[in-house]
């Protein structure tokens, strides 16, 4: 193995000897898809991201970036890896502007973080800030704006995912139906570009077309366009009233028809979660309603007026009973939250019970959404294995898991074969079918990305006009971009 | 390309009755609802994808600028063909393809009007949002290429927000899809990229729209101040109230007046702004939230709150909005609008150096502006005849600009920079910022034929 430190302490004399790390047992800990990186560096700001960029085109180094590692998983392994750079250190935020409705803050500020600053005097807050407190491993940010605000976003893993990360990968939830995309949320950024120049676009303010709109290039860009450093975020009042309607059906069919009797109406509900026992069984949360594993569960979540919220309870209940409903339960406040932080981390739980966990995202028009959830319930029950499906209704977007231990290399073949068959029905009906998470050794045999759109020549175009040398996150993105 | 070829090439396209090249078309085709003015070598109208791609493949191979436009209603010199060239009006292309209300989609042609679309959804109670004030007029492929915004757009967001998908005609004609009826496509986001991109980057021929349920109820009040400081801080507490209501419109004396010239509102023309505040949604919790803008407005010294009594009321409020623009044309002949947005904290502050600023010119300023964006449209009125005034008009709309770029807003919020702004780009951006947009640019168009001159300085 080369000894990697000489070539490195020009970085560590711009960020400090602590800063870079080349130890193999501390860049052991930081692999992408069981590939190790030369060297783990940890810049404090926006300045020393564009050092340690342009270190990286003099070098010639491929850079993955990296702030959780909540998604790490995701995308093809890397072409090439020499730096990840972690934006653990830049977790400032840097302007809240309560009376403007905006925020801006440093790419390695935790998503809880931001909540847990705009909580209200009485730590209302749109986490529970209860079990976040729990956990006790880190600090849960104590300045406290006391605005009673949120920032509309609601991505997995909640309580530890950097919203640099969040952005990098579009994360959404259940809510993106009431609130939207982080791309919808998203007015100004701040970034350091692959030639290592520090460029902006957009602003506090919460219209902009000045310029092209490179925010939303890089929302959902994998890190491949550059890195992102800062972010300037619009924000929400609080809703008065957040409640969640649990009700148990005892198959597909019910709990769809109840959904498409929602979308009828001009209720307005935060998300229409339909999901299979399998997924609702293994939610971690104390208290859950014993539903049973084998229907399915309908989650509702209201977050509105309080008047809002009773109307829409007693009606969609009653829709409920209509469709066939079995038990229900209503969650408020905090044990909605709770709740719905459960749901974030849904996968996350299943990721640690099961080793060879596949998950995929499947995309489709709404109307489509019953042909495919049976397709997947019919493809992965034919090949016996179990599963989760969580469709956001509404929205067009269904998470699917294969809980499968990878040492049963039967059942993982298996899952492979699955998963390529479900996404060549969601092609065919204008839909993708993206690996979310795999193991290493599996994804060469699954078509990460899915299916390529018709626009791949422009992005072809775009990475190679941006990124001529081809060193930011070579070979995770679409078609190896 | 000698112009006599190029023309009968265009012909053997689109056949001799959709060119033209006579003085007066190339007149009619020289300028927008800027100041602006260029004149094209050919207009071409085409009527399909397929001819489009013919027309830009023919551009691509000859080197000559091309430009899109709509209804020329774009404020900034978007559609003003500053190299000569081809303009490609896509006045045929007007259809709309498909309304697909189990996908809550609509796709349509790039020269479909913008409240044609509107009216025939709402039929079966749906919206599409983006409302600008030109919809009677503006087509959905100028407010994709502008990204439009409108006063709805508070609660809702702006046309970036509802365009699903684009069929793009890139430099070599190549047609190209980016996104679709399905949502979170994987790969960059082109879409978003083409929106706003001003005409710059490609012909759009077709966008998938978004659509959504029409809101249960609305309530819009018309709130009327005695000093514009007053409307000015009541916007703001609003907003830090935390209170998104789905309009915050405001209006001052002015531009009233001129509008009650023209359309008979019943403004009241004593005032020094009105306030136009709607809110939407479902009814529970609306008659509340009025009770606390009404407070708010009463703790900012409101003369009078009025509750439009029914939708007929309504439209009336709306329709002076609406035709405010149109209306300054009574107090002199032009008008330039500043598109300058500021943060929502920062906007009493700014309007009165707009103020100042009229003052200091001795320009006439008319406020009509979405207030609860802080995005201002200051309309300053003059005789572009008379020289000096006009000199004095740019030298205040580049102050107007400075002064919102100083307060950490932007140049522009929902017009696009065009060729009006190019110069103030430099209070917003630094030469990196600059350089990524022009990769950006020549990623799309490497020979620069497409929109040239349009809303990124050249290389200083």
């Known amino acids: 193995m080369v000894d990697d430190t000489e070539k490195f302490k020009n970085l560590s004399e711009t960020l400090g000897e602590a800063h870079v790390k080349t130890e193999p047992k501390i860049t052991a800990q930081y692999t992408v898809d069981n590939v190790v990186p030369r060297a783990v560096v940890f810049p404090k700001n926006t300045d020393q991201i564009s050092e340690v960029v342009k270190f990286a085109n003099r070098e010639n180094l491929a850079i993955v970036t990296r702030g959780s590692g909540t998604k790490m998983a995701m995308g093809n392994p890397p072409r090439k890896l020499d730096l990840v750079v972690c934006t653990s250190r830049m977790n400032h935020m840097l302007d809240v502007d309560t009376s403007n409705l905006t925020m801006t803050v440093e790419a390695g500020v935790k998503f809880r973080d931001i909540q847990a600053r705009l909580a209200t005097q009485e730590d209302r807050c749109y986490l529970p800030l209860g079990d976040l407190e729990a956990e006790g491993d880190e600090i849960i940010c104590s300045d406290r704006s006391h605005s009673g605000c949120f920032v509309p976003i609601d991505p997995p893993y909640a309580d530890k995912a950097t919203i640099g990360g969040i952005i990098a990968t579009n994360s959404t939830g259940p809510r993106r139906l009431l609130y939207n995309l982080p791309r ?188 495919i959830i049976a397709s997947g319930e019919s493809i992965f029950s034919e090949a016996n294995l179990d599963y989760i499906v969580q469709a956001h209704a509404g929205n067009g977007i269904c998470f699917t898991g294969l809980l499968v231990d990878n040492n049963d290399t039967s059942a993982t073949d298996k899952a492979v074969e699955a998963m390529n068959q479900l996404l060549a029905y969601c092609q065919e009906v204008d839909g993708n079918l993206v690996i979310q998470s795999a193991p290493a050794d599996v994804k060469s045999n699954l078509r990460i990305w899915g299916k390529i759109g018709f626009d791949f020549v422009v992005m072809k175009r775009l990475k190679d006009q941006l990124d001529p040398k081809g060193i930011m996150s070579p070979g995770r993105f679409v078609e190896g971009l | 390309m000698d112009k006599q070829k190029l023309i009968a090439s265009l012909n053997e396209i689109v056949g001799p009755d959709n060119v033209l090249s006579s003085e007066m078309d190339l007149m009619l085709y020289s300028y927008d609802a800027s100041l602006d003015k260029a004149k094209p070598d050919v207009v071409v109208l085409p009527d399909s994808t397929e001819e489009v791609s013919k027309i830009m493949a023919l551009a691509y191979k000859e080197k000559i600028p091309i430009l899109g436009r709509g209804s020329g209603t774009n404020l ?244 002076g909005r609406k035709g405010a623009f149109g209306s300054v044309g009574q107090v002199r002949p032009s008008y330039l609008c500043c598109d300058g947005t500021v943060p929502r904290t920062k906007l009493p502050e700014v309007l009165n150096q707009v103020i100042e600023i009229g003052k200091k010119y001795n320009l006439p300023i008319g406020n009509v ?40 807003g932007t ?48 290389n200083s």
């Open chain 2, 369 to 408: 502006f979405h207030a609860g964006d802080g995005n201002l449209h200051p309309l300053i009125m003059f005789d572009e005849r008379d020289e000096d005034e006009r000199s004095r008009v740019l030298k205040a709309s580049t102050e107007i600009l400075k002064a919102c770029a100083d307060a950490g």
């Open chain 2, 76 to 319: 900034t010199g978007g559609t003003v063909p500053i190299k000569g060239g081809i303009v490609v009006h896509f006045s045929r292309m007007n259809r709309i393809l498909e309304i697909d209300y189990a996908n809550r989609t609509a796709t349509v042609q790039p020269g479909v009007i913008t409240l044609d679309l509107q009216t025939e959804v709402l039929k079966k109670g749906f919206v599409y949002q983006p409302d600008p004030a030109s919809q009677k007029v503006s087509t959905i492929g100028g407010n994709v290429s502008e990204n439009s915004g409108g006063p709805h757009c508070l609660k809702y967001g702006v046309t970036s927000n509802h365009v699903q998908g684009l069929e793009v005609v890139l430099n070599d004609g190549t047609v190209i899809n980016t996104g679709g009826k399905a949502r979170d496509n994987a790969g960059y986001d082109i879409t978003a990229l083409v929106v706003g991109s001003e005409g710059t980057v490609g012909l759009v021929t077709k966008a998938i729209l978004k659509l959504e349920r029409a809101p249960e109820s609305v309530k819009t009040l018309l709130a009327i101040f005695d000093a514009i400081e007053d409307g000015a801080n009541t916007v703001s507490a609003i907003v830090a109230e935390g209170i998104i209501p789905a309009t915050l419109e405001m209006m001052d004396n002015t531009v009233m007046r001129a509008v009650e010239e023209t359309i008979k509102v019943g403004y009241p023309l004593d005032a020094a702004c009105v306030l136009i505040i709607e809110l939407d949604g479902m009814p529970e919790g609306m008659d509340d939230n009025a009770s606390k803008i009404v407070e708010i407005c009463r703790q900012n010294h409101v003369r009078d709150v009025r509750l439009a009594k029914d939708e007929a009321e309504r439209n009336v409020l709306w329709a």
């Open chain 2, 411 to 458: 140049i522009s919020g929902e017009h696009g920079v065009g060729m009006e702004k190019l110069k103030e780009t430099a209070f917003i951006f630094n030469e990196c910022d600059l350089e990524f947009e022009r990769q950006i640019k020549r990623a799309f168009d490497p020979d620069d034929i497409i929109n040239p001159g349009k809303m990124i300085p050249a």
């Open chain 1, 184 to 371: 919808d949320c998203i007015i100004g950024i701040r970034v350091v570009a692959p030639n290592g120049d520090v460029l902006g676009s957009g602003g506090k303010t919460v219209k902009n077309v000045s310029g092209y709109d490179v925010s939303k290039l890089m929302v959902g860009s994998m890190g491949t366009l550059g890195i992102l450093c800062e972010t300037t975020l619009r924000m929400l009042p609080l809703p008065e009233k957040m409640e969640t309607l649990l009700v148990s059906f005892a198959n597909f069919s019910d709990a769809s028809a109840f959904a498409g009797r929602i979308f009828e109406t001009s209720l307005l509900p935060a998300a229409v979660e339909i999901m299979n026992g399998e997924a609702f069984g293994h939610l971690s949360l104390d208290d859950k309603p014993d539903f049973g594993s084998n229907g399915y569960v309908a989650a509702i979540a209201l977050e509105a007026f309080e008047p809002a919220v009773d109307r829409m309870r007693i009606e969609m209940l009653n829709m409920a009973k209509e469709a066939g409903a079995g038990a229900n339960a209503v969650f408020e406040e905090e044990d909605h939250r709770s709740f719905w932080l459960a749901m974030s981390n849904l996968s996350a739980t299943l990721d640690k019970k099961f080793s060879g966990f596949i998950k995929a995202k499947l995309n489709y028009p709404l109307s489509m959404w019953k042909n």
